[in-house]
């Protein structure tokens, strides 16, 4: 039997004009997110420059959003319960767009640093929130369409993320990355109070776990840290990283041993008990990571060392979403007739097919041929993302869909920065390799060496300006080998991910939906809250 996701449906589903409102502004809101978490990537050095500091310290932009975001996903279940999801949901929008207009205006770095950690946490919500609204505006046949439409901003928006920010960068100025949330995020924030405002059961009065939120902003936040600026000090070659790591790890020894004891714990650890729910998580980071460790891999590769600019490695990526959008609501209509494991299994085998054929990628490799595995990511796209979310949500009952969505996400997002650091560690690591191999191997006699230099030599070059000229093409040569490496290791992973999908039961559990709302219950009446 097949995986089809539950549908959180306390009320009925939306219909008609009212349901496109409702998909089109929490699609926005999510697009506006993830888009803000890449945005701000490709613009570093132009902030950075404008605020009279250097590039490594303006990476603290990126930091600073990263770790405040990691620490608030998760506790989205407990946040959905003591204020309601709807509320919850437009106050993160509207405290979204405040802060990103104050990004807009610092006029230091140290301001700017202070407003972007503001940001991530009033983000943390918005993308486990979307999720379970968009999912409660749909009939349940039409559950895997509606999660189908989710996945194509979450998926596509990184993609963007770098091309407009570049373009915004070089055109306008670097303020209006941050500008251009304040329309989306209004508009979004005001059409989603009016679908959904009479589609809440409002707060309730739930305890607050000090000592787990407590561990979780201090494992969480050092963990976040220990990826961001592994890379750069040279990961355990480095005390500040040693340090980090070492909080971290006692932080989530000490985190699981609480809440897992923890009446009411402030992040629901037992959703890991569930069988689909442990093993679509799991995979569904594993795989998400290689996907966000290649989609960073890739246009650095073109830019860095085959004279691409911003635009065209943009364009490089560009049609993942040909297939992606026209073949994901189609793959999402058929989530509750196929086994969902089954269409994840073909999700990662294309994955594998694609990295296969960018490890034969080579310095000659011409933009046609370049596009061809992009292709075809697009199609892994459409079959990627809906069936791991299905398997994750099927057996859960509509109260857990905050939690679970919090929880999934934030392993994720998690998973996408911890693998994309290690991605540029080892990318770095094999092409000083590489770099050596080569060198050592035309150093000794080799003719056509010869006859460069020679050639070199009589257009009039100092002997400095060839050995220059030649360690570039070495270099080049290195790291482009080196992706080769990467992209080779990755279509082995993707393939062997397909044997942590099958670990997932096929069984589909469906919960009866409530047709109408439930009668605001009076706050802190604890008898009525312990029926909910």
Excluded at 18 to 34: C, Y
Excluded at 71 to 93: C, D, E, H, K, Y
Excluded at 211 to 240: E, H, N, P, R
Aim: charged fraction near 10%.
């Amino acid at each position: 039997m097949s995986s089809a996701p539950p549908v959180p449906a306390s009320f009925e589903p939306l219909k008609g004009g009212e349901r496109v409102l409702g998909t089109l502004a929490l699609a926005s809101a999510t697009f506006m997110n993830v888009l803000d978490s890449s945005i701000a990537n490709v613009s570093i050095p132009a902030i950075a420059g404008d605020l009279g500091v250097s590039p490594s310290q303006g990476t603290w932009v990126i930091t600073s959003f990263t770790v405040a975001n990691a620490i608030s996903v998760p506790l989205t279940g407990w946040l959905t319960q003591r204020f309601g999801q709807v509320r919850l949901f437009v106050a993160s929008v509207l405290l979204f767009v405040l802060t990103s207009w104050l990004c807009g205006f610092a006029p230091n770095l140290e301001t700017l640093i202070v407003f972007r950690v503001i940001q991530g946490l009033v983000a943390g919500p918005m993308i486990p929130l979307s999720q379970t609204l968009l999912l409660a505006s749909y009939p349940r046949e039409l559950a895997g369409v509606a999660l189908s439409l989710w996945s194509m901003t979450t998926l596509i928006a990184p993609v963007v993320g770098p091309l407009l920010g570049g373009w915004i960068t070089e055109t306008i100025s670097w303020p209006w990355i941050f500008y251009i949330n304040v329309p989306v995020g209004l508009v979004a924030a005001m059409v989603t109070w009016s679908v959904y405002r009479k589609r809440d059961a409002g707060p309730r009065r739930v305890p607050l776990d000090v000592v787990g939120l407590a561990l979780v902003i201090i494992w969480v936040g050092a963990f976040q840290m220990t990826i961001d600026l592994g890379k750069d000090l040279d990961w355990f070659g480095s005390t500040l990283i040693i340090v980090l790591a070492t909080i971290s790890a006692v932080g989530f020894v000490l985190f699981l041993a609480w809440e897992l004891t923890e009446p009411s714990p402030i992040v629901n650890l037992r959703l890991f008990g569930r069988r689909n729910f442990l093993a679509g998580t799991v995979a569904l980071s594993l795989s998400y990571g290689l996907f966000f460790g290649n989609l960073v891999l890739l246009p650095l590769w073109l830019q860095q060392w085959m004279g691409y600019t911003a635009t065209w490695a943009g364009l490089a990526l560009a049609p993942v979403g040909v297939f992606a959008l026209t073949l994901s609501p189609l793959v999402g209509r058929k989530i509750g007739l196929i086994d969902s494991r089954l269409l994840a299994s073909i999700a990662f085998l294309l994955y594998g097919l694609v990295c296969w054929m960018r490890a034969d990628f080579t310095v000659q490799t011409p933009f046609e041929v370049i596009l061809v595995p992009t292709l075809i990511q697009g199609i892994a796209v459409a079959f990627f993302f809906v069936p791991l979310q299905a398997i994750i949500y099927n057996g859960l009952s509509p109260q857990e869909m905050p939690a679970a969505a919090g929880l999934s996400n934030f392993a994720r997002i998690s998973a996408g920065a911890f693998v994309t650091s290690i991605f540029g560690t080892v990318w770095e690591d094999r092409a000083k390799m590489h770099h050596a191999n080569i060198a050592e191997s035309i150093n000794s006699g080799n003719t056509a060496l010869a006859q460069s230099r020679a050639d070199l030599t009589a257009q009039g070059l100092s002997s400095d300006q060839i050995n220059a000229i030649i360690n570039q093409m070495i270099d080049t040569q290195a790291h482009t080998m080196a992706a080769d490496d990467l992209f080779y290791i990755s279509s082995v992973l993707y393939v062997s991910l397909i044997v942590i999908v099958w670990f997932a039961s096929p069984r589909t559990i469906v919960h009866r939906p409530q047709v109408s709302a439930a009668p605001r219950r009076p706050e802190g009446n604890d008898q009525a809250d312990a029926k909910v």
